[in-house]
Structures are given as structure tokens and as C-alpha cells.
């Protein structure tokens, strides 16, 4: 039975972890599907974004227990492998949105802090959880989590083991904004449905230079970075389409 089920919605795919029993843990089974569904998305010129959910009671309860085991005894060597899934929504030039649901915890955590916008259900719970089994956080969590929220969040969840609910997260700046559970799906995918009415091309090279300009220290670096994508993005079909309809809506205005 497949770990990870696809939904499609015109632009958008709803990706539900489809392991509740496990409380959709991070396993090998739930890597590989994922990987291979943003291959599948990815390219597809249909699809502009993508809903990251879970079934069940949980989003996603962190790493497979027994996995980090056994990365412990190759000294650390197998731990990539369980970084995969949540490091490629990381990296996917996609329009990425979590409707966590149920806790959120460990590498589940990451999955979430992976993603461009995140939306709780009142049921949502953000657990870092790796000091309670005695590990150092991985994947860039304590980065991640730092710049999203701010380094007293951080040190508060990470280091004295505080949980969040989805009032609280949304508060923090974790997730940006919280629902009710009955409505979670729905709001994420409106958000998504925003997201896909923007050129893929010009959507992805965006949250590019996002993620190069977080790294910048003066808006001088930022302004020399923005500079060739938006010269690329003025050159395209689709600037000089969205313009003309932008003036004939003006016009009609007037």
C-alpha cells in the first residue's frame, strides 16, 4: 500500500502522508514515494504548487526510531537518507504549503519548516522533540527554525522542550495562520490556488532569490542579486502580457 497518496486539483497536488498507524513517520517507504512524486510534479507544467498534509490523527511523527538506530551505529552515515523527503521540499521550485493537521514532530517538524507557508489546524502540535531521546537536531533545524521564528522560540522548543500548539505557532511566526481543523484543508489549498496564478518560471526564480538574499547582511548585496532575475522576468512573455491586461483593466476603469 503506497505511504504517500496524490490528489490532483487542476495546478495544484494535495500530498497526504498516508501512513496513520505510524502516525506517518518518515520512513524509507515515505522518502522514496515523495522524492519520487516531486519528480513527477516537478516538470509538470500544470502544476504550480503542492499541499503537504497528513492522514489521521498526526502529520508526521518524526524519523522511524529503529532508522536512527541503526544511522547510530554507522556513526552517522545512513542519516542523509532520512534528511531526503524534507530536504527536497526544501529545495523544490514549487509553491509549497503545510496543512499540519495533528503533531508535527522531530524530522515531521522539519517537513513543516521545509515548506514555503504553513497553516494550522487547531489540532496542530510543533514538537522538536530530539533532546528527549537524547540526539542533536539534524537537517538544519536549529537554522531553519531559527530564522522562520526567532532564536527565543528556537532555544525555548529545542532546548527546554517547549510544544506549540497552532494558536501559538502562528503567533511565533511558525505557521502563518491558525484554522479550524474542519476548514484546514480547504484554507491551505486557497493559499496554494494563489500561489499557481503566478508564471511558474518567474514563481520559482522569486523564491530563489529569497532564499540567496536571506543569507545577505547589506540591502546593497540584495539589490545586486534581485538585479538579473527581474531584468530575465521583463523579458518574458508573460510580463508583457500580465501588463497590458493590467492597463486595460485601468483603462476600463477611467
Known amino acids: 500500500m503506497s505511504v504517500l497518496q496524490i490528489d490532483r486539483h487542476e495546478s495544484i497536488a494535495v500530498l497526504t502522508f498516508n501512513d496513520p498507524e505510524r502516525r506517518n513517520v518518515v520512513s524509507s517507504e515515505m522518502n522514496k514515494e515523495l522524492l519520487a512524486a516531486f519528480d513527477e510534479l ?4 500544470n502544476i504550480k504548487a503542492v499541499v503537504l498534509t497528513g492522514s489521521g490523527a498526526a502529520f508526521c511523527a518524526g524519523a522511524v526510531l529503529d532508522d536512527l538506530l541503526e544511522a547510530g551505529e554507522a556513526k552517522g552515515g545512513s542519516l542523509p537518507d532520512i ?11 514549487l509553491a509549497i504549503v503545510a496543512a499540519v493537521n495533528g503533531p508535527a514532530v522531530g524530522a515531521g517538524m522539519n517537513m513543516v519548516l521545509a515548506c514555503d507557508l504553513v497553516i494550522a489546524g487547531k489540532s496542530a502540535k510543533f514538537d522538536t522533540r530530539f533532546l528527549d531521546i537524547g540526539i542533536h537536531p539534524g537537517g538544519g533545524h536549529t537554522w531553519r527554525l531559527r530564522n522562520i521564528s526567532d532564536l527565543a522560540t528556537a532555544k525555548a522548543m529545542v532546548l527546554f522542550g517547549q510544544i506549540l500548539d497552532g494558536q501559538e505557532a502562528a503567533k511565533r511566526g511558525i505557521a502563518w495562520e491558525c484554522v479550524e481543523d474542519s ?5 491551505a489549498i486557497s493559499y496554494a490556488e494563489r500561489a499557481a496564478e503566478f508564471p511558474k518560471d518567474v514563481f ?4 530563489k532569490t529569497m532564499h540567496e538574499t536571506a543569507a545577505v547582511t547589506e540591502s546593497v548585496q540584495s539589490v545586486e542579486l534581485e538585479l ?8 518574458q512573455p508573460a510580463f508583457v502580457n500580465m501588463v497590458a491586461r493590467l492597463k486595460e483593466r485601468i483603462e476600463k476603469k477611467d
Open 42 to 45: 516537478e516538470p509538470d507544467e
Open 83 to 93: 534528511y531526503a523527503g524534507f530536504l527536497r521540499v526544501a529545495h523544490s521550485p
Open 183 to 187: 476548514d484546514l484543508l480547504e484554507t
Open 204 to 207: 520559482a526564480i522569486t523564491k
Open 228 to 235: 538579473a532575475p527581474q531584468q530575465w522576468t521583463m523579458q
